[in-house]
């Protein structure tokens, strides 16, 4: 008969502390325990930590603080177990399950990060928490996530698709509607794929009962209405935004425009510059011909000036035109966006009502039941008074 072996220091340590309720002792305690673990041994280290803290009052508690705490890290987790076989890997999986079913906020903001790990083991290893996850406490109704588990059922590896149905089918038969959704909007991606499209046939036979059909067709009737609104909305969005681009384009243009007429400004006023120049530098070399050449000089400036002095004019005319027509596009613009901001009132304005009228619905509904109920008991209470009376008619004939 083999000698028991003698339990490791530190788990009899955890173990004495847990019972004291020395929390942040055993945390500390576990944190020294798993740092100083090699590469070969942490899993083997961490795997008892989790079971005896499973096993033990308190210590779902502590293991919580280790995972906030980041001394036991999600990613980091998923990431050595993919080095383990499929089995090991498995049975340590379940060690987290109550602690998804319960504790799933701890995994949740990792899920989607972790689905798009090059891993193909992470990403299945991820999809099973998802899974103990939605079989828990807790409704999985983020559409992205949804979507993040729906695109593996294009996965390379069969293993990861395999269990992307299982997420999918688990998720779906609390979010029927949700998951239907989502699935039908990816697949309507992949005409050509067939395949896929008996994964979604398969996952959606799985969570669509009568009950999930009534709803599904309930909530898309709703959804309709609101999408007609919400589509008009978004037509006259685009509408307005496509003047707001073309008044955009015109100003571009007019600011384009503006630029030419200033650079042609410029060289005018270089021109009558070099001229000025010319003039001073022909008075300088010929002082023989002082009376003759300045005439002339002074005629062609003259000219010269008269002509750009015509030019500032037309410039000037052409700026304050330019000018007006921004004012004109600047109030056009600000009449746009206030009709934008209105079409978004009335939009939520119709949202508004379409929620009152529903919530109306819903109280007719629940007034229309608690008369049925009134009318049965009413109808039940008048049978028993009949029986009840044909019975007292009875026992008086038999006097």
């Known amino acids: 008969m083999s000698e028991k072996q003698p339990e490791n220091p530190e788990i009899s340590k955890i173990k004495d502390f847990m019972k004291d309720e020395r929390f942040d002792d055993v945390v500390n305690i576990i944190a020294l325990y798993l740092g100083d673990a090699t590469d070969e041994d942490y899993l083997d280290r961490l795997e008892d930590v989790i079971e ?22 999600i990613p980091s987790l998923l990431e050595n177990l993919s080095k383990r076989d499929s089995v090991l890997r498995y049975s340590f999986l379940l060690l987290l399950k109550s602690m998804c079913e319960n504790e799933w906020d701890l ?65 779906g038969m609390d979010k029927p509607s949700l998951v239907t959704r989502v699935i039908t909007n990816y697949v309507k991606e992949f005409p050509e794929d067939s395949i896929l499209k008996d994964y979604a046939d398969k996952i959606l036979k799985s969570i669509v009962s009568v009950e999930g059909i009534e709803e599904i067709v309930e909530e898309e009737e709703e959804k309709e209405d609101v999408e007609g609104e919400e589509a008009e909305i978004i037509d006259k969005e685009l509408e307005l935004k496509k003047k707001k681009i073309e008044i955009q384009k015109k100003k571009m243009e007019l600011e384009e425009k503006e630029k030419e007429l200033e650079e042609q400004y ?22 023989s011909k002082r009376e003759e050449l300045p005439k002339k000089v002074k005629k062609k400036i003259k000219k010269e000036e008269s002509d750009i002095l015509d030019k500032e004019i037309e410039l000037k005319k052409k700026d304050l035109e330019i000018k007006k027509k921004k004012i004109e596009l600047e109030l056009r613009e600000k009449e746009l966006e206030e009709k934008a901001i209105e079409k978004k009132e009335e939009a939520l304005k119709i949202k508004e ?47």
């Open 353 to 399: 009502e379409l929620i009152e009228k529903e919530n109306e619905l819903s109280r007719v509904e629940l007034e229309l039941k608690q008369k049925k109920i009134k009318e049965k008991e009413k109808k039940l209470l008048e049978e028993e008074l009949d029986r009840a009376d044909e019975y007292f008619n009875k026992e008086e004939g038999k006097k």
């Open 107 to 171: 995994f949740l903001p990792y899920s989607e990060d972790l689905l798009n790990s090059d891993d193909p083991n992470v990403r299945e290893a991820d999809l099973q928490l998802l899974i103990f996850i939605a079989g828990g406490e807790m409704n999985i109704e983020d559409e992205s996530l949804i979507r993040a588990i729906t695109e593996k059922l294009n996965d390379e590896k069969d293993f990861v698709v395999k269990k992307a149905i299982q997420a999918l089918s688990a998720i």
């Open 266 to 287: 410029i060289q005018e006023k270089e021109r009558a510059l070099k001229l000025k120049e010319d003039k001073i530098d022909t008075e300088v070399q010929k002082p």
């Open 52 to 73: 005896t803290l499973m096993l033990l009052h308190g210590g779902r508690t502590v293991l919580r603080f280790l995972i906030e705490r980041l001394i036991i890290d």
